[in-house]
């Protein structure tokens, strides 16, 4: 299970590395906000794996790195845009640091197939981190190349790094799209898994109910 292997890798294979892992602080110190946008398939898988995660202030679907201004979802899905079906993170890093973003993100999908996720396919559902500063960069930059030395894929890593430029969110009917949609099929066999991975491997990130 690609799982635990990175939960491997966090554990006991980057220390053995030399290499720390870094702890969210349980304290507050300042009410400084950062923000991420990430790719891996579909919006709605995205914004359902991330919102519930302590020190998460907001999660926003929408589009993301391509060259059409404020897009429709149907040219989005028809691959018309160059843009990536995304989600806008605003998060706290006094309590979520962005390493323990990377590892929620590369839990949740699949890293390794191109312009691919599931069913899904095209552009529009590439693997991309839209990075916000040079340290973001950095710091996924090195996770990948933690996570390819480690050969926890049997393939190498094909997520895109690519610098934020635009960001245009979604009609509001794609947001919060599994809380209000659980029931349909969608929902209930390709993002429940998802819900499930987080709560298997970073239930003490989550937010009380």
């Known amino acids: 299970m690609i799982g635990h292997k990175i939960i491997k890798v966090v554990i006991f294979v980057l220390p053995m590395l030399g290499l720390q892992i870094q702890a969210s602080n349980v304290f507050i110190n300042s009410e400084k906000m ?6 891996a398939g579909c919006f ?35 691959g018309m845009t160059e843009h990536a079906e995304a989600c806008q993170l605003v998060y706290n890093p006094d309590i979520i640091s962005f390493r323990e973003l990377m590892e929620v993100f590369f839990v949740t999908h699949d890293p390794t197939t191109l312009n ?10 590439r693997s991309v981190i839209f990075y916000h500063s040079d340290e973001q960069r950095r710091q996924a930059n090195e996770f990948i190349e933690e996570l390819n030395n480690a050969k926890v894929y049997d393939v190498p890593i094909v997520t895109e790094l690519s610098p934020y430029k635009n960001f245009f969110i979604a009609d509001n009917y794609h947001q919060d799209f599994f809380n209000l949609n659980g029931e349909q099929p969608y929902c209930s066999f390709i993002i429940q898994p998802k819900v499930e991975k987080v709560k298997k491997y970073f239930g003490d990130k989550l937010k009380k109910k």
């Open 34 to 39: 950062d923000t991420v946008t990430l790719g």
């Open 116 to 125: 691919r996720q599931g069913n899904d396919v095209g552009t529009q559902y």
């Open 44 to 78: 709605w898988c995205v914004e359902a794996v991330f919102q519930d995660l302590i020190g998460v202030e907001s999660v926003a679907s929408g589009f993301s790195g391509g060259n059409i201004i404020n897009p429709s979802y149907r040219e989005v899905v028809n």
